[in-house]
């Protein structure tokens, strides 16, 4: 029984992200997709006194190109910006001294892809979470096949049992194919956790980091917990 996500690299996701990779054995990064302006790809939210602030990658790419295929514009200095960002709004939680190494580490590195950036961190907080989830690329599988059917054949590849994704694929999703192919289909019906965060009064959707400066390893146990109560 092998259970597979496929999912877009997004920079420092939301912990509904890492809710899918804690639940699958296979966790595909889809980087070989059209890459989307104004998304999840390069950019996510951090929280800043009694709001959110974006923390943006800017890119020199159109939307002509995969994912995968996007480069990081160095010349806006936003590695600095970012890192900038978090020693300001972070420096005071509790477990800051775990976390902005594993970011400036990825965040300061030559690497100017994007994908790679954004799968770097990723990984390194599974890493950090002790997730015994295993990632792959799909650029790196040579799998085809269009929409659908390249999904049901990257599950087929790992054998899946079933297959994990977001709700808002129920309205592009072929589930009678699934059905054929005997793949379980499963949709994520997240319900976001509260936690204490610094600076006033609790905001949901953030990236991940500002539930791991606040509580360190024990990230996972609120990730997964069924109780919005913390």
């Known amino acids: 029984m092998t259970k597979v996500a496929i999912l877009q690299p997004s920079y420092i996701p939301w912990i509904g992200y890492f809710e899918q990779i804690i639940n699958v054995d296979i966790f595909v990064f889809y980087d070989d997709v059209q890459y989307t302006k104004n998304d999840w790809r390069n950019r996510n939210k951090i929280k800043v006194l009694n709001d959110?602030?974006?923390?943006?990658?800017?890119?020199?790419?159109?939307?002509s190109k995969n994912i995968n295929e996007v480069f990081v514009d160095d010349t806006k200095n936003w590695r600095v910006k970012h890192l900038k960002s978090l020693k300001q709004f972070y420096s005071k939680s509790k477990y800051f001294d775990e976390i902005y190494?594993?970011?400036?580490?990825n965040i300061n590195s030559d690497n100017n892809s994007l994908s790679n950036i954004s799968i770097s961190i990723i990984r390194d907080i599974s890493k950090y979470l002790k997730l015994d989830t295993k990632f792959y690329l799909s650029s790196d599988l040579g799998i085809g096949g269009d929409k659908n059917d390249r999904l049901?054949?990257?599950?087929?590849?790992?054998n899946a049992s079933s297959y994990h994704t977001g709700k808002a694929a129920q309205d592009y999703i072929d589930?009678?194919?699934f059905d054929n192919n005997k793949i379980k289909l499963l949709f994520q019906e997240y319900k976001h956790p509260s936690?204490?965060?610094?600076?006033?009064?609790?905001?949901?959707?953030?990236?991940?980091?500002?539930?791991?400066?606040n509580y360190g390893k024990d990230s996972k146990k609120i990730i997964t917990k069924e109780s919005s109560d913390v």
């Not at 959110?52 to 939307?63: A, E, G, K, Y």
């Open 52 to 63: 959110s602030s974006w923390l943006s990658i800017p890119v020199n790419s159109s939307t």
């Open 101 to 105: 190494p594993i970011l400036q580490n």
């Open 152 to 158: 049901i054949n990257i599950c087929k590849h790992f």
């Open 175 to 177: 589930k009678k194919l």
């Open 195 to 213: 936690y204490k965060q610094l600076h006033g009064d609790f905001l949901p959707y953030l990236s991940i980091i500002d539930l791991l400066f």
